[in-house]
T-cell receptor, first 109, second 115 residues
């Protein structure tokens, strides 16, 4: 099984940077995903990490350390539309994907 | 625009009723999944399927069954609905090869209330 932990809520100001941490324990590791979910909508894919290091995609970056069982999602130049829930998901050795409970980010003007 | 379509956005059922949740994808994806999403618990995998007529149990299969008679359609069945099955149900699909950046595409969800 897998144990995935991420903070429940975070609040930040428009234009600021927010870092959402995710720690995991898994039976084997085959990749880590971040999804974004706006209230009342379906989750959508943001990023994928399978090797250690930083993956940058525009204002969003995701980092992975496999030895520490740790990832973070970095949101830069926050915009109001970034207010959403951010889901960390880990794929195990059987290629089964499990999700954390999600982090609700509120962006204030 | 590629889509995963869930037939019902909101359902209200009574305890003991049989409930069908339908999911159709138009992307020719091999893999299909059913999750339920509850506050504080995140998405939990109920069942998944990697091919037609194939199904595998996820983390919380009890009280549920599934059917995959056609590649594009994956149905979730609650044989006898109970109040603890009140939840948001999300269907997802992905391409056949399950390694690599195999991204899930989700449907909009079906919110089921069991009275």
């Amino acid at each position: 099984g897998q144990n995935i932990d991420q903070p429940t809520e975070m609040t930040a100001t428009e234009g600021a940077i927010v870092q959402i941490n995710c720690t995991y324990q898994t039976s084997g590791f085959n990749g880590l995903f971040w999804y974004q979910q706006h209230a009342g909508e379906a989750p959508t894919f943001l990023s994928y990490n399978v090797l250690d290091g930083l993956e940058e995609k525009g204002r969003f970056s995701s980092f992975l350390s496999r030895s520490k069982g740790y990832s973070y999602l970095l949101l830069k130049e926050l915009q109001m539309k970034d207010s959403a829930s951010y889901l960390c998901a880990v794929r195990d050795r059987d290629y089964k994907l499990s999700f954390g409970a999600g982090t609700t980010v509120t962006v204030r003007a | 625009d590629v889509k995963v379509t869930q037939s019902s956005r909101y359902l209200v059922k009574r305890t003991g009723e049989k409930v069908f949740l339908e999911c159709v994808q138009d992307m020719d994806h091999e893999n299909m999944f059913w999750y339920r999403q509850d506050p504080g618990l995140g998405l939990r995998l109920i069942y998944f399927s990697y091919d037609v007529k194939m199904k595998e149990k996820g983390d919380i299969p009890e009280g549920y069954s599934v059917s995959r008679e056609k590649k594009e359609r994956f149905s979730l069945i609650l044989e006898s609905a109970s109040t603890n099955q009140t939840s948001m149900y999300l269907c997802a699909s992905s391409l056949g090869h399950i390694s690599g950046a195999n991204v899930l595409t989700f449907g909009a969800g079906s919110r089921l209330t069991v009275l």
